[in-house]
């Protein structure tokens, strides 16, 4: 079976191509004759030489079977790979890059706006200088970027890093959670719409890093495994802490606060939430220390285990508790 090929002037497609060491070339003289398994190198060769820049001479190149250059400067290798404008790259097996500077590279990668980059398996990148790196990574938004298996950059200038990492919805929300940056296999960004107002807040999309870390308001920052940030200006640190409520503050590992305005400091702190674990959310409580509560509107508990209930409660010192307003503090 012939395993050497030589690239040869085709004076029907206008352009050079790949073909079999015995074929004669019609008009300019072969290239080279380079072995199967060389093919790529000349590829790369050739890329790096400058074959797309605009001012060499009108040469198009492909190779693979249905392989095909439409356009002047533009490279195709692949069974099926496409291009249709000038500089640009399909590298792989039904590869698609439709617009000028496209490249896409892996099987069916498809790069189909201006400047987009798809690389790998599966891969999209559909608008204007959107790049997609990973299997089945998808960037579909002005600026976007989108880096792993199967993660998604979906609005404007956003940032999806790890596997699963995702910013946005898309269509026709590409201006929610804009500028949003979910660092973190599973991490996520997206903005609620009934706490954005149209046109002013709800372009600014949040920050999530960490494994399944989540932010899902305006202004929102997640940080931690399992971190949620609900609730717009809402900040949740540490392993599974917990906001939901605007401007509100969680820090600590499995830290929670449910209360408007609320703030939690310490591991299992919460804010909004009695020491049954029922959900109070009133506005303005705010617990500090290791497992501290605090609960029913304006209470305040400091200490560790201290517990702070019903409106303007203060409890002060570890395992202190208040159940008065404005009350004094006893154990």
Request: net charge positive.
């Amino acid at each position: 079976m012939n395993r050497i090929y030589k690239v040869i002037w085709s004076r029907v497609k206008h352009c050079y191509v790949v073909v079999s060491e015995l074929t004669k070339s019609a008009g300019k003289g072969n290239i080279s004759a380079v072995s199967g398994h060389s093919l790529c190198a000349l590829v790369c060769v050739l890329a790096v030489m400058g074959c797309l820049a605009p001012g060499m001479a009108g040469a198009s190149f492909n190779g693979g079977i249905g392989a095909t250059t439409a356009t002047a400067n533009s490279i195709a290798v692949g069974d099926d790979a496409q291009t249709t404008k000038q500089y640009t790259v399909a590298l792989g097996s039904r590869t698609r890059a439709t617009d000028i500077y496209a490249i896409a590279m892996g099987d069916q990668a498809k790069a189909t706006a201006q400047g987009a980059t798809a690389i790998g398996s599966l891969s999209f990148a559909s608008a204007l200088h959107s790049l997609a790196v990973g299997d089945q990574a998808q960037a579909t938004a002005l600026n976007s970027s989108a880096y792993g298996i199967l993660s998604k950059a979906l609005s404007w200038h956003s940032v999806a890093i790890g596997n699963e990492a995702s910013v946005g919805k898309g269509d026709p929300d590409q201006a929610s959670s804009q500028n949003g940056i979910a660092i973190g296999n599973g991490a996520n960004v997206t903005v609620n719409p009934a706490t954005a107002t149209p046109g002013i807040n709800d372009k600014s999309g949040g920050i999530a890093i960490g494994h399944s870390a989540t932010t899902k308001d305006i202004n929102t920052v997640a940080l931690g495994t399992g971190t949620v940030g609900q609730g717009a200006q809402a900040v949740a640190i540490g392993r599974n802490a917990h906001t939901n409520g605007n401007n509100t503050v969680a820090i600590g590992n499995n830290t929670e606060v449910r209360s408007t305005n609320g703030f939690a400091l310490g591991n299992e702190a919460r804010a909004g939430i009695d020491e049954n674990d029922h959900i109070v959310g009133r506005d303005n409580d705010q617990a500090f220390g290791s497992n501290a509560r605090a609960w029913g509107g304006s209470s305040m508990a400091f200490g560790n285990n201290a517990k702070a209930a019903n409106g303007g409660a203060i409890a002060m010192g570890n395992g202190s508790q208040s159940r008065r307003g404005l009350g004094r503090s006893h154990r």
